[in-house]
Every structure is written in structure tokens, then in C-alpha cells.
């Protein structure tokens, strides 16, 4: 009786697995889409040094979708402002 649960056992799992198998051969291949690499857009815009004139160039820029990623000073009296979309 133990050797029939056994057998019984053995064949369900051989079946299952089998039809698990071929579903996965015959199934449909997976599409697989390669990735665009991103592409950016920069900016870089020369301002007066003033606090009030720097806000109002980063909010325009930031309200166009554009991103600061750097400050660099330009001569030591204009910073440069540089964006990236």
C-alpha cells in the first residue's frame, strides 16, 4: 500500500512537471526591449551675482524642467549656472 501512495506520488509529480515544462517550451518567448540610454540636454546661463537675480533664473529654468547640477564661477564675478533636461 505504501509503495502504491509512493508510486502515485512519484507520478503526479513527473506529470506536473512535464506539462510545467512543455507550457514553458511552447509557451511565448519573452520580449525583451533593450533600454534607450537617457539623453540630456544642458545649459549653462551666466548671471549677475545677486541673490534676488539668481532665485528668479533658477525658478524659471526649474519651472521649464530644467535641473541645477552645478555652480561654477565664471571670472570670479559671474557664477554660471548649469542645467540639465
Known amino acids: ?3 502504491i501512495r509512493i508510486s502515485v506520488a512519484w507520478t503526479i509529480a513527473v506529470v506536473s512537471l512535464g506539462a510545467l515544462g512543455l507550457a514553458f ?3 511565448q518567448p519573452f ?3 533593450a533600454q534607450e ?3 540630456f540636454q ?3 546661463v551666466e548671471v549677475l ?3 534676488q537675480n539668481m532665485q528668479t533664473k533658477l525658478n524659471e529654468f526649474g519651472a521649464n524642467g530644467w535641473e ?3 555652480v561654477p564661477m565664471g571670472s570670479m564675478t559671474e ?3 548649469i542645467f540639465k533636461k
Open 1 to 3: 500500500m505504501l509503495t
Open 25 to 27: 517550451l511552447l509557451g
Open 31 to 33: 520580449s525583451v526591449k
Open 37 to 39: 540610454p537617457k539623453r
Open 42 to 44: 544642458y545649459m549653462i
Open 49 to 51: 551675482p545677486d541673490t
Open 68 to 70: 541645477l547640477v552645478a
Open 79 to 81: 557664477p554660471r549656472l
